[in-house]
């Protein structure tokens, strides 16, 4: 049975730095308890890019930026901005996590491992260049 997180409210804002990309402020604190039972609370004020996908990627994996995976995107993204939550996460996990809410949301199979294999190459450098 698929179960369906809430999807966190944000607000589309400039990024100070780029007034290029559109970030979102988190409005309130949203929580996501993932399956093995840990409870992520992103705090009100977060900003996040909710899914960094490259535009060309949007057409053939089928996935935009917000909207519907906008929990994705700002879990994942707070568990990057923290390190882990400063080590309660190792990397995998937190690329793991991205994989389970992308199972929830009933995203199907091979779009979600494309995602989860994008930020495994990806994701090193907003790791800090490690690959764990």
């Known amino acids: 049975m698929i ?11 400039k990024d100070d730095n780029d007034i290029n990309d559109t970030l979102y402020v988190l ?3 949203y929580t996501y308890k993932t399956v ?5 609370v992103v ?3 977060f ?12 057409t053939l994996i089928g996935m935009v ?3 519907y995976y906008r929990a994705v995107g700002v879990v994942h993204d707070y568990l990057y901005s923290t390190k882990g939550l400063n080590g309660v ?23 979600r491992y494309a995602c989860w294999v994008g930020v ?11 690959a764990t």
């Open 3 to 13: 179960t369906y997180p809430d999807q966190p409210d944000t607000d589309p804002t």
């Open 27 to 29: 409005r309130s604190d």
């Open 36 to 40: 093995a039972g840990y409870s992520i």
């Open 43 to 45: 705090p009100a004020g």
């Open 47 to 58: 900003k996040t890019d909710e899914v960094s996908i490259p535009r060309l990627m949007w």
């Open 65 to 67: 930026p917000d909207g």
């Open 89 to 111: 996460f190792t990397r995998k996990q937190c690329d793991d996590i991205l994989l389970e809410i992308l199972t929830l949301e009933g995203t199907p199979r091979w779009q």
């Open 120 to 130: 495994r190459i990806g994701g090193v450098p907003h790791w800090g260049g490690v």
